[in-house]
Every structure is written in C-alpha cells, then in structure tokens.
C-alpha cells in the first residue's frame, strides 16, 4: 500500500540550512507536498510538486525530487527560529487524486 | 475569507458520552476532509466528501464514528460512545474543485476520560 516515511527530528542552527527528507512507495502519485504545521495548529501548504519536475525553488524553500529513488527533500535557506516546526511530506493518491498520504511528520528545532 | 472553521476548539468528555465535532469549509470549496492526529498514529484521513457526498470513508476506525456533510457549508463528525483512545486531534480540511492545495483548520482536540 502507499506509505510515506520521514525521519522524526531535526536540529540546526540559526542562519544554517534545513534539509528534511521523505521518502514515498507509490510511484504513480500525481503530486508531492510539503506541510508545515506550528504549535497548536492546523496543516499549511507550503509548496507542492508536480511528478514530471525534478526541483521547485521558492524563496528561502527548495524541494528536490528523485523518482528513481522515490525520494523527496525540502530545503530551507537561512533557518530561522520562526521556522521551527512540525513539517510533512504528502503524495496524492494513486487512485484519488484529491486523497493525501502524510508522512509521520518531522519536527524541526532551530537554536539560536 | 475566514478560513475553515471548526468548533469546539478543545472538548473534554467522559468515557460513553456522546461527542460532536463540527466543521464549516472555506466558502466554495466542494471537498471536506475529516483527519484525526495522534502520537502514535500520526495523521490519518478518516473521511472524505466531494459535493457533500461521502467518498471514502475506509478511514473512519469503527461503528461508533459518523459523519455527515448536510450542506456544502457545514460537516459534522460525531463520536458514540467515546471511548478514551479516541482522545486526539481532529482535524477538518477543504479544498477547491480540481485544486491540489488542501486548507485546514486549527483543529478540535478531544480529551476522553
């Protein structure tokens, strides 16, 4: 079935790059999304991709896309505290386009 | 807009009671989604509706979970009886027609004793 797999925790320094990875067993999604969620909040969209492109880049954000390897990262220039966070990978469904599969969430701690 | 509003924001029950969790989508929006977070879980989808009308709900845990979506304005999800592993969040989220991005809602964290 479809699974979807990120590492739990992440630690960097302010002013230092992110770089959280996903990894996705359908090969057949249509899109791959990146969620952030703050405390005591609901999920935002932060970006998504579309399967045919390898990279989008928007503003301080980066996702790489490696189908081969069904692998997925997001990348987060000039970490800040405000950028501390739970962040989750999705893929679309394979048989409903509007039906996401979330990863378990990776919790990103920034240190002044 | 307001965004998708759910209410209550924090409900504390005893176990056997009856809960009701509601939910109003972003105005024309015609997807509604109902997911629960746990520690343990994670995020899972229980229910989804397209044009108010159910499409998957393989999601929801057992019997003593329904949901209903009336009018395109307004869902509820409704717990009977609870039991306290259904303690966690729920979540409602909405999107546009032929849209990707899904927009949730802060949320209802249900704490059954």
């Known amino acids: 079935g479809e699974d979807v797999e990120q590492s739990l925790f992440l630690s960097v320094r302010e002013g230092d790059s992110s770089v959280i990875n996903c990894t996705y067993t359908?090969?057949?999604?249509?899109?791959l999304y990146w969620y952030k969620q703050e405390p005591g909040a609901g999920l935002q969209l932060l970006t998504y991709i579309f399967s045919n492109m390898d990279m989008k880049q928007d503003q301080r954000l980066t996702v790489l896309l490696n189908k081969k390897d069904k692998h997925l990262s997001l990348r987060i220039a000039d970490t800040q505290t405000g950028d501390s966070a739970i962040y989750f990978c999705?893929?679309?469904?394979?048989?409903?386009?509007?039906?996401?599969?979330f990863g378990t969430g990776t919790r990103l701690q920034v240190f002044p | 807009d307001a965004g998708v509003i759910q209410s209550p924001r924090h409900e504390v029950t005893e176990m056997g009671q009856e809960v009701t969790l509601r939910c109003k989508p972003i105005?024309?929006?015609?997807?509604l989604f109902w997911y629960r977070q746990t520690m343990m879980r994670g995020l899972e989808l229980l229910i989804y509706?397209?044009?108010?009308?159910?499409?998957?709900d393989s999601g929801m845990p057992e019997d003593r979970f329904s949901a209903k979506m009336p009018n395109a304005s307004f869902s509820t999800l409704k717990i009977q009886p609870s039991e306290p592993r259904d303690s966690a969040v729920y979540f409602c989220?909405?999107?546009?027609?032929?849209?990707?991005?899904?927009?949730f809602g802060p949320g209802t964290r249900l704490t059954v004793l």
């Open positions: 999705a893929e679309s469904s394979q048989t409903i386009t509007d039906k996401l599969i």
């Open positions: 105005s024309g929006h015609n997807s």
């Open positions: 989220a909405s999107s546009q027609p032929s849209r990707v991005t899904q927009y």
């Open positions: 359908d090969s057949s999604s249509t899109y």
């Open positions: 509706f397209n044009n108010n009308v159910p499409i998957d």
